[in-house]
Nanobody
Framework: QVELVESGGGLVQPGGSLRLSCTGS????????MGWYREAPGKQRELVAG???????NYADPMKGRFTISRDNAKNTTYLKMNSLKPEDTAVYYC???????????????WGQGTQVTVSS
């Protein structure tokens, strides 16, 4: 069994910053791609940013230049630094990880429980 736990969400004023963390634990041999998604009320879940095991990143257009994704493979952890936050960034942020449980085994997608980010004055 694999568990992903996010932390770092909260209430922040427009223009402020937050840093989210997501750590995997349990039956993990290795983690391939990790990513952050968000879901705002009444909207579909959308990709925020992703990062490969080798550190190659990709971002949704609204986040480019404001958000930075990174990871620490030794800690099974990914981070999302969010700067210049806007009210429209308000959402529940979810971590996703493609986990290999045994050497040469298949990849399984796992999701965290989500962390609320609210941008408001």
């Amino acid at each position: 069994q694999v568990e992903l736990v996010e932390s770092g969400g909260g209430l922040v004023q427009p223009g402020g910053s937050l840093r989210l963390s997501c750590t995997g634990s349990g039956d993990i041999f290795s983690i391939n791609t990790m990513g952050w998604y968000r879901e705002a009320p009444g909207k579909q879940r959308e990709l925020v940013a992703g990062i490969t095991r080798d550190g190659i990143t990709n971002y949704a257009d609204p986040m480019k230049g404001r958000f930075t994704i990174s990871r620490d493979n030794a800690k099974n952890t990914t981070y999302l630094k969010m700067n210049s936050l806007k009210p429209e960034d308000t959402a529940v942020y979810y971590c996703k990880a493609a986990v290999r449980r045994i050497r040469w085994g298949p990849l399984w997608d796992n999701w965290g429980q989500g962390t609320q980010v609210t941008v408001s004055s």
